[in-house]
């Protein structure tokens, strides 16, 4: 009886191990894919490819504003998913 408790904590276990390895490799992936929508959406504005990396995202008062640290160029957004990107500064022209 004891064996069979025991080998029933070690299968839940393992299975355990399992599913939370599974929810994790889930979560990295969804994080880089949409890294990636994300940068891909800023390729057609500005012509360049920029790394996800040179980003930087400020929420302020309902709009998102998105900084490319390496030219300094501004996007805002409202913080909706129908609004879209415009351009508000840049420090390189």
Do not use: C, R
């Not at 969804?30 to 040179?54: K, L, R, T």
């Not at 930087?56 to 998913?81: A, F, H, I, M, R």
Request: glycine letters at 8%; zero cysteines.
């Amino acid at each position: 009886m004891e064996k069979k408790k025991g080998l029933s904590i070690v299968g839940a276990v393992v299975i355990l191990s399992i599913s939370i390895i599974f929810a994790a490799s889930m979560l990295s992936n969804a994080i880089a894919d949409a890294g990636y929508n994300m940068s891909s959406q800023f390729n057609s504005h500005s012509g360049d490819y920029y790394p996800v990396e040179n980003f930087e995202l400020v929420v302020s008062e309902g709009w998102l504003y998105l900084y490319e640290t390496n030219t300094g160029q501004v996007w805002k957004k409202p913080d909706n998913p129908e609004g879209n990107w415009e351009s508000v500064k840049s420090y390189y022209e």
